[in-house]
């Protein structure tokens, strides 16, 4: 049956083998992406947005950048000026070219950040950071060979604050964190402990304890920031996901609406993105019959089994009780009917732990921009057809057609006149 004809509703319970072709497998990562991620994960796994979170909230630190690329400038910009030594200058000429480089980075993460663009963890900012940390040892390292006092104080106070500056900003990425302040303290507390000047060497000997207690700092700060993200989830999931099944509910069924049919392609006549609306048959038998318990065990199987029976890109939501709406965006007519018939038979499969249980589903069928370009359109579109599925002795599903309207229980504004008019004549008899 054509998924555009108009001519009437159709409905059908048959079943259908065809299946909607399986994604295509993603490239393995290279060997040096999964060292990345691995020393740039948390000490825990995390769902996907927080560990999101985690990795750009190094973005968002841009004063501390800031002050830390001017400081190991100032540095060499000094050392430079107190030894006239061809490394010195050397260092001074790096740093002006690497924190140009790290600038750049920056502005172009703050301006993706602007724009909303969610483009993954880039690389390039990853190794500005290490090589920058690595030149700053180097420089520092050869500060304490220099045997110039002030340069060489000089230079254990930048790294102290340095180091400061990066338990704040890699509280997200504790290991990379970790990998950095070793990085920039155990080379200096090495060259204080070589150094032929007096009691330099005590300064290395605090170093590694230092060192220690600023990665001890690092993972407090992560685990603080880490508390924070996870209430922040829990807080979205709460308002966006029914507590019982855990699926989107209606306010963000609304907000998944909303971004589909304003996607980068806007909807157009060839356009299949599709709604389906779900109501459970026998439901109500079940929760009178079994109790509400095994009514919430149903509501939960059945979530799951919608979602198995789902492509990856598809939306399931339960808008309350035993009412459900899948979107499913940029869908052939013929993908769309198998899906439909893909759910029917796997919500109707006899539950293990009640056998009792007789459970079927009526499925109404919509699609932009036929049946309408808004999210109530649609909804109404699909709602129509699933209450004219039910009409039809349930277990199937049925095609909106535009040229067939609902009945609206819902009064007009004059609806009052008719009634009216047709009631004074009766009035007036009694009255006379």
């Known amino acids: 049956m054509p998924f555009g004809e108009t001519a009437a509703m159709t409905a059908t319970v048959a079943p259908n083998t065809n299946s909607i072709p399986a994604a295509q497998p993603q490239r393995s990562k ?75 980075l920056m502005l172009k993460d703050v301006a993706k950040a602007k724009a909303a663009q969610r483009t993954g963890t880039t690389i390039a900012p990853i190794w500005a950071g290490l090589t920058s940390t690595i030149l700053i040892t180097v420089g520092c390292y050869q500060c304490v060979g220099s045997g110039v006092l002030p340069l060489i104080l000089m230079a254990g106070i930048g790294i102290a604050n340095l180091v400061g500056g990066i338990s704040s900003r890699n509280a997200g990425t504790p290991r990379y964190g970790a990998l950095l302040i070793c ?46 993200h996870r209430s922040e989830h829990r807080n979205r999931q709460m308002a966006h996901h029914d ?23 806007p909807v157009s006549s060839n356009s299949k993105f599709t709604v389906f609306c779900l ?91 036929r049946d309408g370009n808004t999210a109530d359109e649609l909804l109404g579109a699909a709602d129509r057809a699933m209450y004219e599925a039910k009409r039809r002795g349930k277990g199937g599903f049925v095609i909106h057609a535009p040229d067939v309207e609902g009945v609206s229980l819902v009064p007009t504004v004059d609806a009052h006149v008719g009634y009216v008019a047709s009631a004074l004549p009766e ?6």
Request: charged residues 20%; proline residues 5%.
């Open 279 to 369: 109501d459970l048959d026998g439901f109500k038998a079940v929760n009178d019959g079994l109790g509400h318990a095994t009514g919430d065990a149903v509501l939960v199987e059945v979530s799951r089994r919608l979602r198995a029976s789902l492509r990856e890109v598809d939306f399931a939501c339960r808008l309350g009780g035993d009412e459900f709406v899948i979107l499913l965006p940029d869908i052939s007519s013929d993908a769309a009917i198998s899906i439909a018939r893909r759910i029917i038979a796997a919500v109707s499969t006899p539950f293990e732990f009640a056998p009792a249980a007789k459970i079927g589903v009526s499925i109404g069928i919509a699609a932009a921009t």
């Open 183 to 228: 990085i920039l303290t155990l080379p200096f507390g090495v060259a204080t402990i070589l150094s032929p000047i007096p009691y330099l060497f005590l300064v290395g000997l605090q170093t590694p304890l230092y060192t220690a207690g600023m990665i001890f700092l690092l993972l407090e700060n992560h685990k603080g920031l880490l508390n924070l």
């Open 30 to 104: 290279s060997r040096l992406r999964v060292c990345v991620d691995w020393l740039l994960a948390g000490t825990h796994p995390e769902p996907d947005d927080i560990r999101d979170e985690l990795l750009h909230q190094r973005a968002s630190k841009t004063k501390t950048l800031a002050v830390a690329i001017f400081a190991s400038l100032l540095t060499a910009s000094i050392a430079a000026a107190l030894t006239g030594a061809t490394w010195a200058y050397a260092w001074m000429a790096a740093e002006m070219v690497l924190g140009s480089i790290r600038v750049y």
């Open 243 to 265: 507590l019982l099944t855990g699926l989107p509910n209606r306010a963000m069924n609304q907000k998944l609406f909303a971004e589909l049919l304003a996607g980068p392609e």
């Open 427 to 432: 009035r007036a008899d009694t009255a006379a």
